[in-house]
């Protein structure tokens, strides 16, 4: 190869052009759900969180953000879940480099996630509701926190 070829391929190394974003395999799903307003739906989508064991690390407005368990040849996913009134959808998404979901683990996940929402919703009382809430408001509060600490080590 060229020297001046070598060199080009270094800058443009050093420029972020020879990086490419890596596609990494997810699936969505929404659903209609008539009579829930944005917050009574993420409060069930916390409920349907903890039903399937799974953790819920980072909580927004309308949006929570869990992951699935890790085992042994097994990494965990990340799972999302936004809120609308009267509308939910949720995203399975591989997170650790894969190139392919050839289990259809991403599948798995959405359809495990709307089969507790429903367990959830026909289970749910307005006792569990405002638990979820007060879960979900501490949860918000630690992403607030961590997302400004963040903001200042990016600074220093």
């Known amino acids: 190869m060229p ?4 060199k080009r391929s270094r800058a443009n190394e050093k420029n972020g052009a020879s990086c490419k974003k890596l596609y990494m395999p997810e699936k969505s ?25 799974w953790t819920v690390k980072y909580a927004g407005v309308n949006i929570l953000l ?9 990494c965990g996913n990340e799972i ?14 591989m997170i650790h480099g894969e190139s ?3 289990r259809g683990r991403t599948k798995k996940d959405t359809r ?12 749910n009382t307005d006792l569990n509701i405002q638990e979820w809430n007060e879960k979900i408001a501490a949860l918000k509060d630690e992403t607030m ?3 400004e600490q963040e903001e200042r080590s990016e600074r220093s």
């Open 145 to 147: 926190k961590a997302a």
């Open 3 to 6: 020297e001046n070829s070598v």
């Open 80 to 93: 999302t879940a936004k809120t609308e009134d009267n509308q939910l959808t949720v995203t399975s998404k």
């Open 112 to 123: 495990d996630f709307l089969s507790a929402i429903e367990t959830t919703r026909a289970g």
């Open 29 to 53: 799903e929404t659903i209609s759900v008539s009579g829930y307003d944005a917050s009574r739906l993420q409060a069930l989508a916390y409920g349907a969180f903890q039903h399937l064991g």
């Open 66 to 74: 869990a992951y699935t368990p890790k085992s042994w040849g097994r």
């Open 100 to 102: 392919f979901d050839i």
